[in-house]
Nanobody, 134 residues
Framework: QVQLVESGGGLVQPGGSLNLSCVASGFSLNGLNIGWFRQVPGEQREGISCINSPDDNTVYSESVVGRFTISRDLARNTVYLQMTDLKPEDTAIYSC???????????????????????????WGQGTRVTVSS
């Protein structure tokens, strides 16, 4: 079965950390762009981090840079999102996605760093909920 399955979400206090995992089955993550997204119900989905292939260049949105780290283990066919110094505004459902014809980056517009991606992701996970609250 071809799927992406996220895990590792939960409830954490502000300033705490969580490590999310995204396991692929039925296909290989090798050579694919991997992205992490988050969405608050009723709001637009936000791209927050990705790994480009084949150079493994990592990209982070302004909202998470310096606090989150994306990585992947091809032997385990898994992508990780290490989240530190979590804030209440990080509360959302976090999803991973994988695609062969996707490229992500940062667009500098008048000093604002805007995260973007081009192309379509081929695979999406169902998401894992992260709640940051005291």
């Amino acid at each position: 079965q071809v799927q992406l399955v996220e895990s590792g979400g939960g409830l954490v206090q502000p300033g705490g950390s969580l490590n999310l995992s995204c396991v692929a089955s039925g296909f290989s993550l090798n050579g694919l762009n991997i992205g992490w997204f988050r969405q608050v119900p009723g709001e637009q989905r936000e791209g927050i981090s990705c790994i480009n292939s084949p150079d493994d260049n990592t990209v982070y949105s302004e909202s998470v840079v310096g606090r989150f780290t994306i990585s992947r283990d091809l032997a385990r066919n898994t992508v990780y999102l290490q989240m530190t110094d979590l804030k209440p505004e990080d509360t959302a459902i976090y999803s991973c996605a994988a695609g062969a014809r996707v490229e992500c980056g940062i667009y500098d517009r008048g000093g604002d760093r805007l995260y973007y991606y081009t192309g379509d992701y081929d695979y999406w996970g169902q998401g894992t909920r992260v709640t940051v609250s005291s």
